[in-house]
Nanobody
Framework: QVQLVESGGGLVQAGGSLRLSCAAS????????MGWFRQAPGKEREFVAS????????YYADSVKGRFTISRDNAKSTMYLQMNNLKLEDTGVYYCAAGSWTNRSIGYDYWGQGTQVTVAS
């Protein structure tokens, strides 16, 4: 089992920045690929970014490419999502997940409870 806890969400003005964290406990963090997903009100959960177990490769949704950066620190069992130049459409609940390196939610076995990100004009 892996327990995941997100933090760092909040209210930010458009154009601003936030850094989300995902702290893991339980099974060895470094054996899992990790991902970030988000869900806006009334919409399906969508892929944001993923990172391999070593951190050597990252993959981004086109909508966040060039603005968001995913990273991880296996020594701290923590994953991050640096979000810059935030847009109104980035608003949603952000979830971290552990599992396979994929952009499909079905590939992830463990999920956090989510953290709210609200971007205001």
């Amino acid at each position: 089992q892996v327990q995941l806890v997100e933090s760092g969400g909040g209210l930010v003005q458009a154009g601003g920045s936030l850094r989300l964290s995902c702290a893991a406990s339980g099974r060895t963090f470094g054996t899992f690929a990790m991902g970030w997903f988000r869900q806006a009100p009334g919409k399906e959960r969508e892929f944001v970014a993923s990172i391999t177990w070593s951190g050597s490769s990252q993959y981004y949704a086109d909508s966040v490419k060039g603005r968001f950066t995913i990273s991880r620190d296996n020594a701290k069992s923590t994953m991050y999502l640096q979000m810059n130049n935030l847009k109104l459409e980035d608003t949603g609940v952000y979830y971290c997940a552990a599992g396979s390196w994929t952009n499909r939610s079905i590939g992830y076995d463990y999920w956090g409870q989510g953290t709210q990100v609200t971007v205001a004009s």
